[in-house]
């Protein structure tokens, strides 16, 4: 927990705001947590560059773009060395469809979240991905069938204590 940056009120807000709305501008940004434009940028930039502010993104709704089906799959390791968790990482590092993945604890060592065109494609790629010679002992997938929450940031005022 050495690793763990300090940040105070006015970073918490500012990260909570940009959370949930990455494409605010700077100066909105700092009327919003009471700073001039350059001091909010300041910290900003002092986010970013301690690894706090990771990256900003643009979520798409693919449901208004294309067909699609998207998936989770818990997977089990054929063996548990850490040479075969670093292997199974770079394939899966590797396969476009695999849009989100977690080493976890419990039945499974992997919880992956894949998104294709169709179950037909889906399918396609979690063979290659079983009989590619990664490790892959077991693989159980579960298709979404309605997301019934957005991600609407991580609720940082109950885990930052200041």
Do not use: W
């Not at 927990?1 to 940040?7: A, F, N, R, T």
């Not at 990260?15 to 909105?28: E, F, H, P």
């Not at 998207?70 to 469809?97: C, M, Q, W, Y």
């Not at 037909?120 to 009989?131: D, G, M, Q, R």
Request: glycine share 4%; with cysteine.
């Amino acid at each position: 927990m050495s690793d763990l940056i300090k940040i105070n009120k006015i970073d918490l807000k500012i990260l909570s705001i940009l959370q949930t709305n990455a494409r605010i501008t700077n100066q909105q940004l700092a009327e919003q947590v009471h700073l001039s434009a350059s001091a909010c940028l300041s910290r900003v930039k002092r986010l970013e560059s301690d690894g706090i502010l990771k990256r900003y993104i643009t979520e798409i709704n693919l449901d208004r773009l294309t067909p699609h089906v998207e998936a989770f799959a818990e997977v089990t390791l054929e063996n548990h060395s850490p040479d075969d968790f670093k292997r199974f990482d770079n394939a899966i590092e590797g396969v476009s469809e695999v849009t989100d993945s977690y080493k976890i604890s419990g039945a499974y060592d992997y919880l992956l979240k894949f998104v294709c065109t169709d179950v037909k494609s889906y399918n396609s790629v979690s063979e290659v991905l079983i009989t590619n010679g990664i490790g892959i002992a077991k693989l159980n997938t579960l298709i979404i069938l309605e997301r019934t929450k957005d991600f609407s940031g991580v609720p940082l005022e109950q885990l930052i204590e200041l």
